[in-house]
């Protein structure tokens, strides 16, 4: 979001090593004669981040890459997904994988030692240009994420893949079955079919399965193509199979 | 004197004492009483039996050249290279007439070889065998695997370089005293990486070396790093190749502390059992094993040292199990001649 004149930016600052986050504090605290801001919170790793975020007003993040629990790769693709997300600025003190990925989809970031005139300039940026796009974020991430976020009422809500029994494409966006709930997300079946390749298995056109999820496989299974269905283990939900993922029981059996 | 059959200090006898040494000797001649038996057999059935015939004959006669070369190392080495071949040929051939002559006897039957063919081989065989470790040597030894050692010691993490200079740069308006030692522990893990690490160096230095780097990296870390280290068994004086204990650190720094956001506990053992110098080291293993690339390429370093100073007396073994990484080393416990 870019911010109106004259309000004061406030300033997460996300990092899981102590000194670095308190080195970040001094240099906020010294060019803050230049540059009016508040610092509103630290979080330690991307889910503290999250949380921050659902908690209080931010506007940028200084956001640390390697964390342990949720890295900033991850957390940033969460942030992206929300109506007005808070500017991030990525910190790194040296990942030669990021760097690249970051370079080919200009996406900025600062290296560590932090210099307090690099961080001031990228300040300045977040005032005057366009958030970092939620594709550039997903094209520049090289590995899958371990959550998929549900942005409700202005919240961040995760849902761990652990959890997801099954996605289902229906209309604009696609629904997220755990055991107990579910959720809608505004992603793309064949992004997240490609990013969690390992974890699901498409069953049909419209349809994603958890492979830890299924418990078995049922023949003559109405409104199936194919005259097969899944079992999903903990819901005992059947999902047809169309004839085109036909091979997929063969696969599992 | 490191090890004998070490880089680039012009010695191109193998150390005959050396495990790794012995089997390959062994291979070579026994390759020879293979072919040996497959031109005397008269077919193919027979080849088996002869096989054993002859192999029966030679495998004493080597056993008991191994052990003479072995005890006599020190005067042959210190005879010179040209010297030392025409003894060791020398003393072959006696060898083999001997044994020849008490096997014409033994084996009345078999048609034997003359005596002039009978050492006519020995010097072909043992020519081999020794041709085969000076090439050997000449392999391992000069610039390229020199060179090779250099380029992959110097391969620090970079990552670890800028993230404690960050530290320090933090340290130094609040805590100068901390961010001054701070800075003479980086300055030590510096000078050893850059220096000339070809020689063995005793295993008290490594120990320290480590507890510098572990001491720079709880700096950024605080309390999610712990450390226990067990070294009352520790001989100080044992020799080591260098940096063979700091990059198993860090990789446990790297992939078992940082990814945990409660850290974790490292275990590091240093001690003497069976003659042999062990070290092991263990640290968490969190679920997934992201970053293997480098951690592959630090313990195939270390590895490559490892056989390069100690052939197969050496070896290295890790495993996981039950959430925990353990990586395990084994050497000869050599210490500096008085």
Not at chain 1, 127 to 137: E, I, T, Y
Not at chain 2, 271 to 297: C, D, F, I, W, Y
Request: charged residues 20%; hydrophobic residues 50%.
């Amino acid at each position: 979001m870019s911010l109106a004149q004259g309000d004061v930016p406030r300033i997460l600052v996300a990092d899981d090593e102590g000194p670095a986050r308190s080195r970040l504090r001094d240099l906020l605290d010294e060019i803050r004669d230049n540059f009016p801001l508040a610092i509103v919170d630290e979080a330690r790793n991307g889910k503290e981040v999250l949380a921050a975020v659902n908690r209080e007003k931010v506007d940028v993040v200084l956001l640390d890459i390697r964390m342990p629990e949720m890295d900033g790769m991850e957390a940033a693709r969460h942030l992206a997904g929300m109506a007005q997300p808070p500017a991030i600025i990525f910190t790194t003190a040296f990942d030669s994988y990021a760097i690249k990925a970051f370079e080919v989809n200009a996406i900025d970031y600062l290296l560590k030692p932090i210099r307090a005139e690099r961080l001031l300039a990228a300040l300045h940026k977040t005032r005057a240009g366009p958030n970092v796009s939620s594709q550039a974020l997903a094209a520049a991430a090289n590995q899958p994420r371990r959550h998929l976020s549900v942005h409700e009422r202005g919240k961040i809500h995760l849902v761990a893949l652990a959890d997801v029994l099954y996605l289902r494409a229906e209309l604009k966006y696609v629904t997220v079955k755990t055991a107990e709930r579910e959720f809608l997300v505004e992603e793309s079946l064949t992004h997240l079919e490609e990013e969690f390749e390992s974890l699901f298995v498409r069953i049909h056109r419209n349809c994603l399965v958890a492979r830890a999820a299924i418990s078995g496989f049922e023949r003559n299974a109405e409104e199936s193509e194919s005259g097969w269905a899944v079992v999903i283990k903990a819901t005992g939900e059947k999902l047809p199979v169309s004839r085109r993922q036909h091979g997929v029981v063969k696969q599992f059996r | 004197m490191a090890s004998i059959n070490q880089t680039g200090t012009g010695i191109r006898l193998p150390n005959f004492c050396n495990l790794g040494v012995m089997l390959r000797s062994l291979l070579i001649a026994n390759l020879f009483v293979a072919a040996a038996a497959l031109l005397r057999a008269p077919s193919l059935q027979d080849y088996g039996p002869e096989f054993m015939v002859m192999a029966a004959f030679c495998e004493p006669l080597l056993i008991a050249s191994l052990a003479v070369l072995c005890l006599a190392r020190r005067p042959l080495h210190a005879m010179g290279y040209a010297a030392s071949l025409c003894a060791i040929v020398t003393f072959e051939v006696a060898l083999a007439l001997a044994a020849a002559y008490a096997g014409a006897n033994l084996l009345p039957g078999r048609t034997g070889l003359s005596f002039l063919q009978v050492a006519l081989l020995t010097v072909f065989v043992t020519a081999c065998v020794l041709a085969y470790f000076d090439l050997r040597a000449r392999a391992l030894s000069p610039a390229i695997a020199e060179a090779r050692i250099q380029a992959l010691q110097a391969r620090i993490r970079p990552h670890f370089l800028y993230n404690s200079i960050n530290a320090v740069l933090s340290l130094i308006r609040s805590e100068p005293r901390r961010a001054e030692r701070a800075l003479e522990d980086l300055a030590d893990l510096f000078r050893v990486l850059m220096a000339d690490n070809r020689t063995l160096a005793p295993i008290a230095n490594e120990v320290e070396l480590a507890r510098q780097y572990l001491a720079i990296e709880s700096l950024r870390l605080g309390d999610r790093l712990r450390v226990s280290w067990r070294t009352e068994g520790m001989p100080g004086d044992a020799l080591v190749p260098p940096l063979v204990l700091q990059p198993l650190v860090e990789n446990a720094v790297y992939h078992g502390i940082e990814p945990m956001p409660g850290g974790g506990e490292i275990a590091i053992d240093v001690g003497v059992s069976a003659g042999q110098l062990h070290m092991t080291l263990t640290n968490p293993m969190p679920g997934e094993t992201r970053h293997s690339a480098g951690n592959k390429m630090a313990l195939a370093n270390i590895r490559e040292r490892l056989q390069l100073h100690f052939d197969a007396e050496a070896s290295m073994k890790s495993e996981v199990r039950d959430g925990t990484y353990r990586v395990t080393i084994r050497m000869p416990y050599l210490t500096a001649p008085a």
